[in-house]
Each structure stands twice: as structure tokens, then as C-alpha cells.
């Protein structure tokens, strides 16, 4: 029996795959629990060789671009729910969240940048200018928690994203 309500019309999606189109978020959860993983090891030569630039990117930049403005390692980072600022940046769409204390949480997120997910992968910021090293949103798999959105530690917790935030606009032809 063919329920009409519950076809997908894939029409416009048969060029989706997995790289395309771009994700706005980049998974850090290998390289996290990599650093830690040789960290806890107590070896010398996994310590140095996490140190070793890898694929043109040394684990040692602030990489992780935060809601509300800031970088972070991706290995010192503290986690925001992922349903939240999706919720919060798409403001016409309702999520179906598992419980409605998520939406009473939607309150810790208001004060992020609207400007946190951008079109063009150009628009990010860079570390030291090099094109192999842009200040991207990133996510990261947390045991128990789920796929989490990664922050810096000053909007980790709900008491300091409760505060209002002046954000400088990054464009200047935005104003």
C-alpha cells in the first residue's frame, strides 16, 4: 500500500552525496580523541608525532570557530547541543526535539552569532592568512551526549550564553 505522505520526492536531490553539498560543520571527533588518546598514552613518540603536522594541519591552531565569535583548539573545546543552534538559526522551521525541556534550553543560544553558519566555505576566517587552515564550525561525537556543536570554554555552560553580546558585524557592507 503507497502512502502519499510518506513518498520523498528526491527529484532535486540526485546530486546529494556525501561530500556534496558542503557540510557547514566539520567533524572533530578522530582528531579529538586522537590528541587524547596519545596524550593518556604517556609515550614520547605519539606525543611527537600528534605535534607532526598532519595533511598540512598541525593539531596546534585554534581552528574551531565558536557560536558567538570566538576560536578554540578543537581539543580544548566545551559543547553546546547541536539541535539548539540549528533550531536557533533556522527560526521557520520547528525541529521535533525529544522533549520540550529542549525547547525551554532555546533561551542559552539567543546571544550567538547569526552569522555563525555561512553560504561560501571563502567566508571563514583564517589562521595566519593560509588557505589549508580556516576557523570552521565544527561537531564532535561526546559519549553520552550525542553529536554536540564544539565551543570556546567561556560558552560552555548556560550561565555565561544567557549574557547579552554586542556582535561586530564581520562584512562592512552588512551595515
Not at 596524550?39 to 605535534?51: A, G, M, P, Q, T
Not at 598540512?56 to 539541535?83: Q, S
Not at 552569532?113 to 561526546?142: A, F, M, Q
Request: with cysteine.
Amino acid at each position: 500500500m503507497d502512502c502519499p505522505h510518506n513518498n520523498i520526492q528526491a527529484n532535486g536531490y540526485h546530486h546529494c552525496d556525501v561530500n556534496t553539498p558542503p557540510s557547514y560543520f566539520t567533524d572533530n571527533t578522530e582528531e579529538v580523541d586522537g590528541f587524547w588518546g596519545d596524550i593518556k598514552s604517556y609515550e614520547l613518540k605519539r606525543l611527537l608525532s600528534r605535534l607532526k603536522s598532519q595533511f598540512n594541519k598541525p593539531c596546534m591552531i585554534p581552528d574551531v570557530l565558536c557560536p558567538w565569535g570566538c576560536t578554540k583548539f578543537c581539543h580544548r573545546a566545551e559543547h553546546c547541543n547541536l539541535g539548539l543552534i540549528i533550531q536557533h538559526h533556522l527560526r521557520k522551521v520547528e525541529l521535533n526535539m525529544p522533549t520540550a525541556e529542549y525547547y525551554r534550553k532555546l533561551y542559552r543560544v539567543e546571544t550567538s552569532r547569526l552569522d555563525y553558519l555561512r553560504e561560501k566555505p571563502s567566508e571563514y576566517d583564517l589562521v595566519l592568512l593560509n588557505d589549508d587552515w580556516p576557523i570552521t564550525p565544527g561537531v564532535c561525537c561526546v559519549e553520552g551526549k550525542g553529536l554536540m556543536v564544539m565551543t570556546c570554554c567561556h560558552h560552555g555552560s548556560s550561565n555565561t550564553t544567557k549574557r547579552l553580546y554586542p556582535h561586530v558585524p564581520k562584512n562592512q557592507y552588512i551595515i
